[in-house]
Structures are given as structure tokens and as C-alpha cells.
């Protein structure tokens, strides 16, 4: 179920379009999924999709490690 609440880290939320702040990665993706906290720390975890709607790929990234783009 996804959550639509803002995301302490950084005013993320479902429906923003964000890309890697980690050198090595080079993509962009929209969060489809407000996992909450439940990364070490208490970190917030987002479910990331890449790609097309129903064709794309889907992976779990932390609020840390994401920077929203614009559309």
C-alpha cells in the first residue's frame, strides 16, 4: 500500500521524480512507493521505479541516497 505522506528527508514523496546522488549510478526514476522507516537508523526507504510504467524496474533506495529532479 502506498503512503502518500511527506518524507522527513528532504520533502520526498510518491510521484516525485528523483535521480541517484551516488557516483557509480547514473539513472532516473519516479517513487511509487513510501516504504517508511525502516532503514538502519530509522532511515526512510522509498520504492523507486526506472523506466516504463508497466515494462519498468522497481528497487528499494534510502531518502539519503536520492535527489529529486524535475519532471
Do not use: C, Q, Y
Not at 33 to 43: C, R, T, V, Y
Request: glycine share 12%; no cysteine.
Amino acid at each position: 500500500m502506498a503512503r502518500n505522506r511527506t518524507s522527513s528527508a528532504g520533502s520526498l514523496k510518491v510521484g516525485d521524480h528523483v535521480t541517484s546522488k551516488l557516483p557509480a549510478f547514473n539513472w532516473k526514476g519516479v517513487i511509487v512507493e513510501d516504504l517508511g522507516p525502516l532503514g538502519i537508523d530509522g532511515s526512510e526507504i522509498f520504492v523507486i521505479r526506472v523506466g516504463d510504467e508497466d515494462d519498468g524496474r522497481r528497487f528499494n533506495a534510502r531518502a539519503e541516497s536520492l535527489e529529486r529532479v524535475a519532471a
